[in-house]
């Protein structure tokens, strides 16, 4: 049987100009969903929902869950300290330790790491409610609930190449990010030199603060508690729900912009606002890419549990005579370091991107097979951009990204990757 011409290629935004110019990978993966509803195989059904809602939060609601999150870090945090405190008392029977500030700053320093452990696992549990709660709405019912969940968090499978790119990525995201973070650290102490009246907010993030608990817990625990929790909790609201209706409601620029932006300003402290923004980029567009939630919770978590890798070796750096300024400190590393992480985290945006996930589905036919191949196959193009999946049998089919594209991104984590190597090598002998 003779199979139809493919279809034109799919548009940036459902409603961009179909005529794009990703090519497709006729050997990428593929993936067949079928939905429960055997309605939805009929010949001629639209294959978007009917009729379109366009979900939110919109930016009014997206702004409320941005203080939800604050507040409930405020308020799982004040938790966290009366019930140390209160065991703290109860154990050593001294009553005047919540009567000196000074001394319950240092018990809070001394349990630092069980006090975030537990505004971590709170703040988890209240978002996997919360999200759950806001993602049924609107109700279809043409899926159960966890079906439904899944699909608007985004359900399918990383593919491979996309697992490769992520893993590989995570120490060039990791340099660029923190780099970052030294400049606009050096700015936001300037401008508190310059204007003393403004207010030094501290940030949970601090050298201080992780080394205090880097001392006080292992390994698996700071990995648990800076990796693990955060980046379930964060993704969940943030990509989740946060910026699935800001994406669906102004388009994938704006959406993701925004929803950055917001991401960014949740951490409070300007300098690492300035330093996450980007990296709030990569992991809606990793999340859009894969239609994946787990994709940028898996980014994010190497992200972090680096982090906290770093922060445990460099501690025992100085013991052996070792430089820690590579692993975290507070000086800008050679150019020849910062210029490929630089070009590879700009160039993996837009790799995921243009090697995103999209769905081809049966068109008009006279006749609808099993195989799509044998009808007429069009792209799916809902009424907005968002991670789910058609109803009924759609082809999975992940984008070709441009040859130069790529070439471009290995070229700029293999010199990055060389550059570290070496610059690692030379500051561990001492030269």
Known sequence: MSTSPPPPDPPLDPLADPLGHDRVDGAGQT???????????????????????????????????????????????????????AAVVGISGDQQLVQDPERLQKMINEHIGVVMGGDQVLFVLVVLL????????????????????????????????????????????????????????????????????LPNVPAIQEVNVLATMAEGLSLPGMVFVLAVLPAVGEELVFRGVIGRGLVARGGV??????????????????????????????????????????APILLHFLINGWASVLTKATLS?????????????????PWFVLVPASLASFCAVVYFWRS?????????????????????????????????????????????????????????????????????SRAAGGG
Not at 141 to 161: E, K
Request: proline share 9%; charged share 15%; net charge positive.
């Open 31 to 85: 993936v067949w969903l079928e939905d429960d509803d055997e309605s939805a195989t009929v010949p001629n059904r639209p294959v978007q929902p009917d009729p379109v809602v366009i979900p939110g939060p919109g930016p009014i609601e997206a702004f409320a869950w941005l203080i939800g999150v604050v507040v409930v870090h405020l308020v799982a945090s004040a938790i966290m300290v009366v019930l140390v405190a």
């Open 130 to 197: 919360a999200v759950g709660l806001r993602l049924a709405v609107p109700f279809d019912r043409s899926a159960g609930p966890l079906g439904r969940l899944g699909n608007r968090l985004g359900r399918l499978r990383i593919c491979p190449r996309h697992l490769l790119a992520i893993t590989v990525i995570v120490l060039p995201v990791s340099v660029a990010c923190g780099q970052l973070f030294v400049v606009a650290n050096r700015a936001w102490r300037g401008v508190l030199e310059t204007l003393p009246g």
């Open 253 to 294: 620029v704006h959406g993701i912009f925004m929803t950055s932006l917001l991401f960014a300003m949740a951490h409070i402290n300007p300098a690492h606002a300035i330093s996450v923004f980007p990296l709030g980029v990569l992991l809606h567009v990793v999340h859009l890419a894969t239609r994946s939630i787990l």
């Open 317 to 333: 750096m100085p013991d052996r005579g070792i430089d820690p300024v590579l692993l975290g400190g507070d000086e800008l590393l």
């Open 356 to 424: 995103r996930i999209e769905f081809r589905v049966p068109g008009d036919a006279a006749s609808f097979s099993r195989n799509p191949r044998a009808d007429h196959l069009r792209w799916w193009w809902p009424a907005y951009r968002s991670v789910e999946v058609p109803r009924g049998h759609a082809e999975a089919v992940r984008l070709k990204p441009p040859i130069k594209l790529t070439a471009a991104l290995g070229v700029g984590l293999l010199s990055f990757y060389v550059a570290l190597g070496w610059e690692v």
